[in-house]
C-alpha cells in the first residue's frame, strides 16, 4: 500500500466543512424547536423529514431536542433516561457498518448512503410516539424573543464557563470516532473487514456500557451529585488512557480490545454527563447550554487534528 504524503491527522477539506456546520446548525435550531415543542405545537417530526437527518441540518433539528425532551419528562430519572435512550447508539455502531459494507459491495456508494438515509429519516415515526408535551408554568404564551430562546443568562453563570471548557477538550477524544478507520487501514494496513470489526467491538461495549449505566443509575449510591461527577471524571482519564494504548497497538486483537475499552469508558461518561447539566441549569436552559457545548465541541474538532498533525511532523 502506497504511503500518503499527508499525516494520516489531517481531515479531508470537505470534513473540515461538515465538522464547523453541524455544530453550528444544532446552535442555531435546536431551541427554536425545543421552545414550540413545550408549546405543544411539536415540529421534531416534521423537522426530521424535511431537513435530511443524514446531514448537518437534520443533526442540528433532531439531537439536541432530543436531550431537552428527556429533561421535559425524566426530571428524577434523567441520568437513567439518558443512559436508556442512547442504547441503541452502541447497536447502531455495531449494525450500521457491515450493513453499508453489504450495500456498497452490492449496490453502490449512492444507493448505500440513500439507503442508510432513509434508516435515519424514521426518527420521525419516534418522534410521533412522543406525547404532546404543555408547560404548565404561566406566560408560556409570550412572545419569544432572541434573547429568551438563546438564554443568553447563562452567560452570567461561571458553571457555564467551565461545561464550555468541557466538550472543547473532550473534542480531542470525540474525533476519535472519525479517525480509527482510516489510521488501521493506511498506517496499519489491516483490510477494512478487520476494521469493521474493531469499530463494532467498540459498539458493542457501548451499549453494554450504557445498560449497565441504566441499572447502576437506579441505585442510591449514584445519586448524589459530587459521585456522579467523580465517576465521570474517572471515566475521561481512563478514556485516554486507552486512546494511548490504541495508537501503540499493531495487531487486530489488541486494537479491537482497546477500541472497546475506550467505548465503553466514554459511554458512561457521556450518559453521566447530561443529567448532571439538566440538575445544574434545569430543564427550561438545558438544551440551549447543550447546543453551546455541542458548537464548541465543534471548534475544538477543528483545531486538535491540525494541531495533532504539527506534532505527527
Not at 472497546?260 to 469508558?265: I, N, P, Q, R
Amino acid at each position: 500500500m502506497a504511503e500518503r504524503d499527508e499525516p494520516w491527522l489531517v481531515y479531508d477539506e470537505n470534513f473540515r466543512r461538515y465538522a464547523i456546520s453541524k455544530p453550528l446548525d444544532t446552535a442555531i435550531w435546536c431551541r427554536v424547536h425545543e421552545r414550540s415543542y413545550q408549546n405543544a405545537k411539536p415540529r421534531l417530526p416534521v423537522s426530521a423529514r424535511l431537513g435530511l437527518p443524514s446531514t448537518t441540518v437534520g443533526f442540528g433539528l433532531a439531537y439536541a431536542p432530543s436531550f431537552g425532551i428527556i429533561a421535559l419528562h425524566f426530571r428524577r430519572r434523567q441520568t437513567f433516561a439518558t443512559s436508556a435512550v442512547t442504547v441503541g447508539g452502541g447497536l447502531s455502531v455495531m449494525a450500521v457498518p457491515p450493513l453499508q459494507q453489504l450495500l456498497i459491495t452490492n449496490y453502490g456508494w449512492r444507493e448505500s448512503c440513500i439507503f442508510i438515509g432513509f434508516l435515519t429519516i424514521l426518527i420521525g415515526l419516534c418522534a410521533l410516539l412522543l406525547p404532546s408535551h404543555q408547560l404548565q408554568a404561566a406566560g408560556t404564551n409570550e412572545k419569544v424573543t432572541f434573547a429568551k430562546s438563546a438564554n443568553l443568562s447563562l452567560f452570567r453563570d461561571i458553571p457555564f464557563y467551565i461545561l464550555m471548557l468541557h466538550p472543547f477538550l473532550m473534542s480531542g477524544l470525540m474525533i476519535y470516532g472519525f479517525l480509527p478507520f482510516r489510521f488501521v487501514t493506511d498506517i496499519l494496513e489491516i483490510n477494512e473487514q478487520g476494521a469493521t470489526s474493531i469499530i463494532g467491538v467498540g459498539g458493542f461495549t457501548d451499549m453494554v456500557a450504557r445498560l449497565l449505566t441504566v441499572a447502576v443509575s437506579a441505585t442510591p449510591w449514584v445519586s448524589g451529585r459530587i459521585t456522579r461527577f467523580n465517576i465521570a471524571h474517572v471515566m475521561t482519564l481512563l478514556s485516554v488512557v486507552c486512546l494511548f494504548l490504541f495508537t501503540w497497538s499493531t495487531t487486530l486483537v489488541a486494537l479491537a480490545a482497546w477500541s472497546g475499552a475506550l467505548s465503553f469508558f466514554l459511554a458512561i461518561k457521556w450518559c453521566m454527563w447530561p443529567g448532571l447539566q439538566m440538575e445544574m441549569f434545569g430543564s427550561n436552559r438545558f438544551c440551549t447550554s447543550f447546543s453551546y457545548g455541542s458548537f464548541v465541541q465543534g471548534i475544538g474538532s477543528l483545531i486538535f487534528p491540525p494541531l495533532g498533525s504539527m506534532v505527527a511532523r
